[in-house]
T-cell receptor
Framework: GENVEQHPSTLSVQEGDSAVIKCTYS??????FPWYKQELGKRPQLIID?????GEKKDQRIAVTLNKTAKHFSLHITETQPEDSAVYFC?????????FGTGTRLQVFP | EAGVAQSPRYKIIEKRQSVAFWCNPI?????LYWYQQILGQGPKLLIQ????????DSQLPKDRFSAERLKGVDSTLKIQPAKLEDSAVYLC??????????????FGPGTRLTVL
């Protein structure tokens, strides 16, 4: 089955710094690459996604880059704020099924 | 629009007891998912419905778990009998119609199950 890994598993940054989380996957048929944010005790929520025919997408302080050949994609958060503290999951998949990664806990210190 | 609704929010049972969770997806969403999220892990898909039919239940432990979506709207997930390792948050999610393109999965607040 699909193998999805995230690195690092935990990440601590100072407010204002950048954070990068990498997701590697094994299924070459994956063509949809979302990132979900889950705050403590809350539900996962989509923050950004990218399709397989696009290499990069930006939305204000967050961006996702995709390397389909190498089968990895990354989440980039610039100018981090304390409210960015959460667990982030990548979930590569197709049009109707996602496989969630192992999660990365991001802590942003003021 | 109203979000995905789930109940109960919390449940504590003893092992070997049975439990049921309910989910009402966003109106008009054809596809419904049940996930199990064990503490410190990502959500793991248990079962996927398209309207009232099962699309994927390959990771559902069918000896103890069952799910139904009889009228293609709300759904029930049951565990009977429960084991200690079933302690987790059970998340329900829905999407509009994935056959028409990529769709965001909207999650409910989850049911936190503790098995003692």
């Amino acid at each position: 089955g699909e193998n999805v890994e995230q690195h690092p598993s935990t990440l601590s940054v100072q407010e204002g710094d950048s954070a990068v989380i990498k997701c590697t996957y094994s299924d070459s048929a994956s063509n949809y690459f979302p990132w979900y944010k889950q705050e403590l005790g809350k539900r996962p929520q989509l923050i950004i996604d990218i399709r397989s025919n696009v290499g990069e997408k930006k939305d204000q302080r967050i961006a996702v880059t995709l390397n389909k050949t190498a089968k990895h994609f990354s989440l980039h958060i610039t100018e981090t704020q304390p409210e960015d503290s959460a667990v982030y999951f990548c979930a590569p998949g197709g049009t109707d099924k996602l496989i969630f990664g192992t999660g990365t806990r991001l802590q942003v210190f003021p | 629009e109203a979000g995905v609704a789930q109940s109960p929010r919390y449940k504590i049972i003893e092992k070997r007891q049975s439990v049921a969770f309910w989910c009402n997806p966003i109106s008009g969403h054809a596809t419904l998912y049940w996930y199990q999220q064990i503490l410190g892990q990502g959500p793991k898909l248990l079962i996927q419905f398209q309207n009232n039919g099962v699309v994927d239940d390959s990771q559902l432990p069918k000896d103890r778990f069952s799910a139904e979506r009889l009228k293609g709207v709300d759904s029930t997930l049951k565990i009977q009998p429960a084991k200690l390792e079933d302690s987790a948050v059970y998340l329900c999610a829905s999407t509009r119609n994935p056959g028409q393109g990529y769709n965001e999965q909207f999650f409910g607040p989850g049911t936190r199950l503790t098995v003692l």
